[in-house]
């Protein structure tokens, strides 16, 4: 029996079990991935306490930060979680089931993909969603990112480090990095950005040799290259919480309160997976935090009762 179990390896994830150790709950920790979406860049310039360090780095900082305090940790998939008539929560993986008196759905998101012909085809033959995985096998080549978000230029930026060529292509009318990041953009001669474009193929049989455009580009709706990198966002991983009758927004985001709670006393959410609109670590942790004082509250606060079943 655990007083709260997180769903989720990432930051927010682990964050908040330091916060719920340090209040002394019993947690675990349950994540397929280590570290999760923030140790795909090389460059994080924006936690506070830290001016320059790589996405790993910091998740491996707060995971041992975690890990300082009594934290359970498994590595697996939560499969299914189901709440009891006593308000008890089975969380249950590919490896056992968790009893919980409280819940954090700290899952994230996954990639959006790229819906479009030759996308499925290509996938890992020149289709990436990884700049800091698959970079160095772009060296002196041409490739494109598609997006316009801050981690679009990011990995428009990591990547002309390789390449001979970046684009940067996005539907909109104006890419919206942090301002820090639209500079460093504007100063890379190897990063060309193409606005008011859609991708809408991706070209190639063994290996990806171009994209075609719905907009004519220098006179030309094909472009040439080697790569292709997306970056245009994420889905959430909520689909535990609605099965648990956790409401979320249109957008699939868990709907929270400024303290972290969901709909459903006991279970809690924050970070990527939650319907805030500004999505960094710092705002992750800072909701894990939130949430695992509401679980300290709530586990106080909730008489549980075991009924004995002879
Ligand atoms: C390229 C890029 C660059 C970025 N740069 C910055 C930056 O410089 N600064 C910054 O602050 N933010 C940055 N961000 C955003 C930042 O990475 C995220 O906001 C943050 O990592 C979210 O953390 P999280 O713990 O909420 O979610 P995640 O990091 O996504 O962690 C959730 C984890 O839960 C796992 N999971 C989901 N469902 C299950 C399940 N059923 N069972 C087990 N595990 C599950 C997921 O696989 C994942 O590992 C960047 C993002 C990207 C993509």
Redesign the pocket.
Known sequence: MYDLVI???????YGAAMYAARLELSVAV?????????T??D?????PGFKQLT?TELANQIKNHAEAYPVYIET????DVIKDEQNFFYVI?DKKTYLAKSVLF?????ERELEVPGHDELRNKGVSYC??CDAPLFKDKVVSVVGGS??AA??ALLLAKYCSKVYLIYRKAKIRPEPINARRIEKESKVEVITNTNVTEILGTDKVTGVKLDNPYNGSDHLAMDGIFI?IG?IP?SQ?AVQLGVEVNEKNEIIIDRSSRTNIPGIFA????VDTEF??????VAE?VHAAYQAYRYVNETEFVISCVD
Do not use: F, H, P, R
């Open positions: 769903i989720g390896s990432g930051v927010t994830g349950i994540g397929d991935v280590d570290g999760g979406t923030i795909l860049t460059d994080v310039a924006n936690y996405g697996g998939t939560v499969t993986t700290a899952s994230g998101m996954k700049a800091l801050d981690s990011k990995e970056a994420g991983y535990l924050a970070g990527d997976v999505k960094q670590a710092i705002t992750g894990g």
